[in-house]
């Protein structure tokens, strides 16, 4: 049984004695249980390695923003958990389909299925008081809006990993160029200019080639929920447009996105 307990950690300030910080966290190695999972599928599959170290970079940084936002000790081990289990789904989704396509099988919704209904979620989180949270916020982290709720406990964890999970996608579409980003001779779909120009999301239903792909990944600007990561989120989406060597037709539609990034940032910083 895995259980959130008290672990009693010493240290010591100038010239003053030893004192004790009393913090929570997971006595499970979640990693460990997280790998001993993706270990059942093929990791000779690129698509498999790819979704396994998203999930753990994920992870670390709904950690380090989790904390960054003032969450307590016990809610950063929980958004920690979120952070590595968001994408669960994915690993069956790929055996299944061999795809990331979610109109074969919506991948959070498989996700919440393989956690809760086949009890996977014991293996990470023993506290049963937290799994309607646990569900919420992994059925919603991919749906194009939050489904309406009152509970803002619900909303911060939601709104969370909403945040990480693009930031992440982001930076790999930008930094480890793992992904097929060059730009087509096509034309950008209409809506998609359009929802940005309006500070929207995108449909991915407008998604008709590879550059309505590209586009709408610029279009997740307006998804950041929280001001804290809009930063790290501004320099992967730079290294983005650079990925695809700052292409003219994405030209107006980058500095758009970045205009709205730094008008943001500019009010949370004066705030």
């Keep these: ?23 929570l966290f ?15 599928y093929d990791l000779t599959k690129e698509k498999i390695i790819l979704k396994k170290n998203h999930s753990i970079r994920v992870m670390n940084l709904c950690v380090k923003y989790a904390k960054k936002l003032g969450f307590n000790d016990e809610d950063v081990s929980l958004a920690k958990v979120i952070g590595l289990l968001h994408d ?26 393989i956690l809760f209904e086949e009890g996977l979620i014991k293996n990470f989180w023993s506290n049963k008081e937290d799994y309607e949270l646990i569900k919420f916020a992994i059925k919603n982290h991919n749906k194009m809006k939050i489904e309406e709720t009152t509970n803002e406990r619900y909303l911060k964890f939601a709104k969370l990993i909403r945040d990480i999970d693009k930031m992440d996608i982001i930076y790999l579409l930008g930094y480890l160029s793992e992904l097929d980003t ?9 809506k998609i200019i359009n929802s940005i120009k309006n500070h929207e999301l995108s449909n991915y239903k407008d998604i008709k080639n590879i ?61």
Excluded at 8 to 21: A, L, T
Excluded at 222 to 248: A, G, M, P
């Design 182 to 190: 060059k730009p087509s001779n096509d034309l950008i779909n209409p």
């Design 88 to 113: 669960i789904g994915r690993f069956e989704q790929l055996k299944e389909f061999n795809s990331f396509d979610d109109s074969n099988i919506d991948h959070a919704d498989l996700g919440v299925k």
């Design 211 to 271: 550059n309505d792909s590209i586009a709408l990944k610029f279009a997740y600007t307006y998804d950041i929920n929280y001001d804290e990561c809009l930063d790290e989120f501004k320099q992967n989406l730079y290294y983005f447009y650079k990925q695809i060597n700052f292409d003219e037709r994405f030209k107006e539609i980058f500095e758009t996105v970045n205009k709205y990034i730094d008008e943001r940032i500019d009010k949370y910083v004066r705030n």
């Design 26 to 40: 997971l006595e499970v190695k979640v990693v460990e249980e997280f790998e001993k999972y993706v270990n059942n």
């Design 1 to 23: 049984m895995h259980r959130n307990i008290y672990e009693v950690r010493w240290y010591r300030e100038e010239n003053r004695p030893y004192i004790i910080d009393i913090f």
